[in-house]
Structures are given as C-alpha cells and as structure tokens.
C-alpha cells in the first residue's frame, strides 16, 4: 500500500491546501487564509509523516494538533483499534 504524503503543510494551520506565489513569494492557505515566508518546518512534517505512515508511536499528535489545528490527521485509540485475528 502506499502512502501519499503532502510535502508542504501550512506553518499557522497545518493544512495541506497551501499554494506558494513565485511573485510574492509566499506560501497561501486556503483553510486559514494565513500568507507567511515559510511553511511547516521540517521536524514537524517529518513527525506528521512519521504519524501518518507508522502511527504515534511517539506520543506527539496532542501537541501537533495544539499547535496544527487543521492537521488532518485520523487518529485512534488503543480501544478503538481494528485488531485483525
């Protein structure tokens, strides 16, 4: 199976409907309407794909989605996991 991961994630939100403008020279968010220089930095999208691709083995989405409010992230609790027998 494979995984599709978005390289750029906005750094107010952490969406992934962001555009960058060659002109302005700034990245857009379309969720959040935020225009900055930078995106998400790359420990935090390294963390996200890590997340999505393995899970929160390391306990960092609560803080991501503190941060991140528009993260998009499917998450699932330890009762709630699908156990295949």
Same mark, same amino acid.
């Given at each position: 199976?494979?995984?599709?991961?978005?390289?750029? +994630?906005?750094? @107010?939100?952490?969406?992934?409907? %962001?555009? =960058?403008?060659?002109?302005?020279?700034? =990245?857009?968010?379309?969720?959040?309407?935020?225009? /900055?220089?930078?995106? *998400?930095? @790359?420990?935090? $999208?390294?963390? %996200?794909?890590?997340? $999505? @691709?393995?899970?929160?083995?390391? #306990?960092?989405?609560?803080?991501? +989605? /503190?941060? =991140?409010?528009?993260?998009?992230?499917?998450?699932?609790? +330890?009762?709630?996991? %699908?156990? *295949? #027998?």
């Amino acid at each position: 199976m494979a995984i599709v991961s978005k390289m750029t +994630r906005c750094a @107010a939100c952490g969406s992934t409907a %962001v555009t =960058y403008s060659e002109g302005t020279k700034l =990245y857009h968010c379309a969720d959040c309407g935020a225009e /900055r220089p930078d995106s *998400m930095p @790359a420990a935090d $999208l390294a963390a %996200v794909n890590s997340i $999505l @691709a393995l899970g929160d083995t390391e #306990g960092k989405l609560d803080e991501l +989605r /503190r941060r =991140y409010p528009n993260l998009d992230i499917t998450s699932w609790s +330890r009762e709630n996991r %699908v156990q *295949m #027998g």
